[in-house]
């Protein structure tokens, strides 16, 4: 009776710890991983470029790997304090996805733009942020899942005016 009571007890242990053991693995306790093996919040896109992208803007057309994209030029007069980006970033933690992302579409509405046309080699990384929860993790996605009007980030091989990506990246969510 004793043995039956300590083997029912232990399985009940470790069955109890291999629960919270895969929790915690699950939840990314490592800093990268998480359900999927998707990285997430801070961390939630590490094959992208240290540097700032060299084009940002809206696809026009698309023609095998050539894409066209109305990239957004910025007034450096109009660049942020960090207390200002620290402000505006709080206000849009209240915003709900859509909300933000249509206040994001308003403003590089009023932004003045050039046509460049980008080649995205095969291979060329491109993923897109989804939301999961209210978290957005990384998601590979394929040069045919790029449609006219959607933002795109690219990371280039050093020339604002189109050249070669190296790296892709889509706004928005499917």
Do not use: C, H
């Amino acid at each position: 009776m004793k043995k039956t009571v300590l083997v029912v007890l232990a399985v009940a242990v470790l069955g109890v710890g291999a629960y919270f053991g895969a929790s915690a693995l699950a939840a990314g306790s490592g800093g990268t991983g998480a359900q999927g093996g998707a990285a997430t919040g801070a961390d939630a896109d590490p094959n992208q470029p240290d540097r700032v992208a060299e084009v940002k803007g809206l696809v026009v057309s698309i023609d095998g790997t050539q894409v066209s994209i109305d990239r957004y030029i910025k007034n450096p007069s109009e660049e942020l304090t960090d207390e200002e980006k620290a402000a505006k970033k709080a206000e849009r933690a209240q915003l709900s996805q859509e909300e933000r992302q249509a206040l994001k579409a308003a403003e590089n509405a009023a932004l003045e733009t050039e046509r460049v046309t980008v080649t995205i080699p095969v291979g060329v990384p491109i993923v897109q942020m989804v939301p999961q929860g209210d978290t957005p993790v990384v998601e590979a996605v394929t040069l045919a899942d790029i449609r006219s009007g959607m933002e795109v980030t690219v990371w280039t091989d050093g020339g604002t005016d189109g050249s070669n990506a190296e790296y892709v990246k889509l706004a928005g969510v499917k």
